[in-house]
């Protein structure tokens, strides 16, 4: 449910008692998922492992990694990318974009490299703004103006500019 979503970023007491309950409850574990973005605690850690047991799509477990850039995040990560090399290029292309949508708020080398890898793979979509939300570098400055001016991807790099106060996000 929306619920769970709206527990993303949060590792309280209070958020990881109604996640238990609905992780006992609620079939859409895809939400669970979800409202694990942002959290690098071993319970999270340990709530991921689970879902994934329990049969949870790569492309929302993808969607949990958001804004990690631990090192057990990019293990996920490739382990996604490994498993789907066996599928078609449509789902291919989907369960990439997720793991590119996990990079929001993550500005490392190791995330452009996979933003790079895509962009060689698949070209440039509208994922790839989602992936700069929260990042202020040159390096998604650079992208953001691809992505309008190339790709007239306008409301996704707006979208994009969530959070940031610096002269040139106004």
């Known amino acids: 449910s929306q619920i ?30 979800e409202g694990l973005a942002g959290i690098d605690s071993p ?8 879902l994934l047991d329990k049969g949870v799509s790569e492309d929302f477990l993808a969607k949990s990694l958001v804004g990690l850039d631990s090192k057990q995040a990019w293990d996920l990560r490739e382990q996604i990318l490994k498993d789907d090399i066996l599928l ?29 890898e895509f962009i060689k793979k698949f070209g440039y979509k509208d994922c790839l703004a989602t992936s700069l939300v929260g990042i202020d570098s040159n390096e998604a400055w650079t992208l953001r103006k691809i992505l309008v001016d190339e790709c007239g991807f306008v409301n996704s790099v707006a979208q994009s500019l969530a959070g940031l106060d610096s002269q040139i996000s106004w």
Request: hydrophobic content about 40%; overall charge negative.
């Open 4 to 33: 769970a979503q709206s527990l993303a970023g949060l590792d309280s007491k209070e958020a990881w008692d109604l996640r238990e309950k609905l992780f006992r409850k609620v079939t859409e574990d895809e939400y669970l998922a």
């Open 43 to 50: 319970r999270a850690w340990q709530m991921r492992k689970e």
């Open 88 to 116: 078609d290029a449509d789902v291919a292309l989907q369960t990439y974009s997720s793991v590119v949508e996990s990079l929001a708020g993550v500005d490392s080398k190791q995330a452009w490299g996979l933003r790079d």
